[in-house]
């Protein structure tokens, strides 16, 4: 028994090797570095060692902003992109004719370069001195007003970053919960069937609880997604995120570290702890859930 553990160990021995150096050894000296005030990156000095890092972060309305900019894509994107990518997948399980086409067609967003759809939204929602761009020319064709949603007021470039998240991460989740609805054993349905239940409630009693590890996975995965969310931005708004008032939480580490006004280590090493707070609190928070939510067949 004892030689069995030892060569288990073994195996385990370069995983945990590998994780020790690139996760827990960055996340300690992360942790360190927020605590050391006036921390000099040069020099390796810093003249003080307590909570000022966390009490400037949680003060600086760059930061606020960023975290409400970041609450609102996950708000709004998870359980939107979620949604729409279970309807793709229902959709999609039901063609027979061409499914393999169309499963290509929706996954090509995935593997497509982030700046390049950047490029393309920017075409379809930033007027410029030639056209209004397209999505204002239908506004305008139902008689509405040109709105600039890439410079213009904060809704409307919310809006935009919302739905260009929505659009790079749902050709995933359509993947994911296609290949989670093709292993449902067509067994339960065929005897619901016989005995008279509808497609709804078979859907509803049947299918979804037995495609729940797999929903709950993409939520979870979604939230952390969303929350490390920074280059969908750019690719909308340009670097100076903060100027256009669409920063988000990993945008105002980057900034602090790298940015124009940047060369703070101490404050991004806090600002980055403070994410890593929030990330691990709704990631519990979606697995106590998951326990008593997910069908474990």
Same mark, same amino acid.
């Given at each position: 028994?004892?030689q069995?553990?030892?060569?288990?160990?073994?195996y385990? =021995?370069?995983a945990i090797?590998? =994780?020790?150096?690139?996760?827990?050894?960055?996340?300690?000296?992360v942790?360190?570095?927020? #605590?050391?005030?006036?921390y000099? $990156?040069?020099?390796?000095?810093? #003249?003080?060692?307590g909570?000022?890092n966390?009490?400037?972060?949680?003060?600086d309305?760059?930061?606020?902003?960023?975290?409400k900019n970041?609450f609102?894509?996950?708000?709004?994107?998870?359980?939107v992109?979620t949604? /729409?990518?279970?309807?793709?997948s229902v959709? =999609? $399980?039901?063609?027979k004719?061409?499914?393999?086409?169309?499963?290509?067609?929706?996954?090509?967003?995935?593997?497509?370069?982030?700046l390049a759809?950047?490029?393309? #939204?920017?075409?379809?929602?930033k007027? !410029?001195?030639?056209?209004?761009?397209?999505?204002?020319l239908?506004i305008?064709?139902f008689?509405?007003?040109?709105?600039?949603?890439i410079e213009?007021?904060?809704?409307?470039?919310?809006?935009?970053?919302?739905?260009y998240t929505?659009?790079?991460?749902?050709?995933f989740?359509?993947?994911?919960?296609?290949?989670?609805l093709a292993?449902v054993?067509p067994?339960?349905?065929?005897?619901?069937?016989i005995?008279?239940?509808?497609?709804?409630?078979? #859907?509803?009693?049947?299918t /979804?609880?037995m495609? $729940?590890?797999? =929903?709950?996975?993409l939520?979870?995965?979604g939230?952390i997604?969303?929350?490390k969310?920074?280059?969908d931005?750019?690719?909308?708004?340009?670097?100076?995120?903060?100027?256009?008032?669409?920063n988000t939480?990993?945008?105002?580490i980057?900034d602090?570290?790298?940015?124009?006004?940047?060369?703070?280590? $101490?404050y991004a090493?806090?600002a980055?702890?403070?994410l890593?707070a929030?990330v691990? !609190?709704? !990631?519990?928070?979606?697995?106590?859930i998951?326990?008593?939510?997910?069908?474990?067949?």
């Amino acid at each position: 028994m004892e030689q069995k553990s030892f060569k288990a160990w073994l195996y385990l =021995l370069p995983a945990i090797l590998f =994780l020790g150096v690139f996760l827990v050894y960055p996340l300690v000296d992360v942790l360190i570095y927020s #605590f050391e005030e006036g921390y000099h $990156s040069a020099s390796q000095t810093y #003249f003080g060692v307590g909570g000022y890092n966390y009490a400037y972060v949680l003060h600086d309305p760059y930061f606020l902003q960023a975290v409400k900019n970041t609450f609102i894509l996950v708000i709004i994107t998870v359980p939107v992109s979620t949604g /729409l990518a279970l309807l793709l997948s229902v959709g =999609l $399980s039901s063609i027979k004719p061409l499914r393999n086409l169309y499963q290509t067609v929706y996954f090509l967003p995935y593997v497509t370069n982030t700046l390049a759809v950047g490029l393309v #939204f920017m075409i379809l929602f930033k007027p !410029t001195p030639y056209s209004d761009g397209l999505v204002n020319l239908l506004i305008q064709w139902f008689g509405g007003e040109s709105v600039d949603f890439i410079e213009g007021p904060y809704w409307a470039k919310m809006f935009v970053l919302c739905l260009y998240t929505v659009w790079v991460v749902m050709p995933f989740k359509v993947l994911i919960l296609t290949s989670a609805l093709a292993s449902v054993n067509p067994d339960y349905s065929a005897a619901a069937r016989i005995d008279g239940t509808s497609r709804a409630r078979i #859907f509803r009693k049947i299918t /979804l609880p037995m495609i $729940s590890p797999m =929903l709950f996975y993409l939520i979870i995965t979604g939230f952390i997604g969303a929350f490390k969310a920074y280059s969908d931005a750019v690719a909308l708004f340009g670097t100076n995120l903060n100027a256009a008032e669409m920063n988000t939480i990993v945008g105002y580490i980057y900034d602090m570290l790298y940015g124009a006004g940047g060369g703070y280590p $101490s404050y991004a090493a806090a600002a980055a702890i403070i994410l890593f707070a929030i990330v691990l !609190t709704i !990631t519990c928070i979606n697995l106590l859930i998951s326990r008593k939510s997910v069908h474990r067949g």
